[in-house]
């Protein structure tokens, strides 16, 4: 079952404008993973934060985590077309043979207009 | 270039056709897993193999059956599925402990 909730379901912005995306989760993690996907094809790893960390940059990505709300955002600044995709994060709970799994948000569908 | 690769890209087949799913990795990761993926909703996990041995099999129809043959391949055997079972599906390997996955293109299959 997925545990993750992800707000916007979908996004329209123009080029060069930044985007956000949140994430919500209900259990204890070990950490929390952003992935794009785009249209029909398989998901790309993005960036993995820690549940020790706090915020975390690569590129023009930037994320946050927040445990004590169980959220975390993506911040894609200086949007461009080729940014237009499905983003989903997923966490990884923090003991247990569950520690193999992913549990995957919904998404958020992210166009990014010329 | 992804480094887990995955064929057929595009597979259509009969409710009475067997069929299989080839997923091939050459990262020397040690867990692999098949997804399936409906439009517009995220992948739901089916199987996990650590070590070439199944540790998680998320109470999925035996009309799918997965198969490790070596540490860089992994199949998912198709019998007898139904036209529900229509979705892209997806192979990833673990990188670490931390649990990124490395995902294939996934193959586009259609039951009609």
């Known amino acids: 079952s997925q545990q993750g909730e992800e707000d916007p379901q979908a996004l329209s912005i123009q080029e060069g404008e930044n985007a956000t995306m949140n994430c919500s989760y209900k259990t204890s993690i070990n950490n929390l993973q952003w992935y794009r996907q785009n249209s029909g094809r398989g998901l790309v790893h993005l960036i993995l934060?820690?549940?020790?960390?706090r915020e975390k940059h690569s590129g023009r990505l930037r994320v946050t985590l927040d445990t004590s709300k169980k959220s975390s955002s993506l911040l894609i600044t200086a949007s461009r077309a080729a940014d237009t995709a499905s983003y989903f994060c997923a966490t990884v709970p923090v003991i247990g043979t569950s520690g193999s799994r992913l549990t995957f948000g919904e998404g958020t569908q992210l166009t990014v207009n010329p | 270039d992804t480094e887990v690769t995955q064929t057929p890209k595009h597979l259509v087949m009969g409710m009475t056709n067997k069929k299989s799913l080839k997923c091939e990795q050459h990262?020397?990761?040690?867990?692999m897993y098949w997804y399936k993926q409906k439009a517009k909703k995220p992948p739901e996990l089916m199987f996990v193999y650590s070590y070439e041995k199944l540790s998680i099999n998320e109470s999925v129809p035996s009309r799918f059956s997965p198969e490790c043959p070596n540490s860089s391949l992994l199949n998912l055997h198709l019998h007898a599925l139904q036209p529900e079972d229509s979705a892209l599906y997806l192979c990833a390997t673990r990188g670490s402990s931390y649990n990124e996955q490395f995902f294939g293109p996934g193959t586009r299959l259609t039951v009609l």
């Open positions: 990262m020397g990761h040690r867990a």
């Open positions: 934060i820690r549940s020790n960390e």
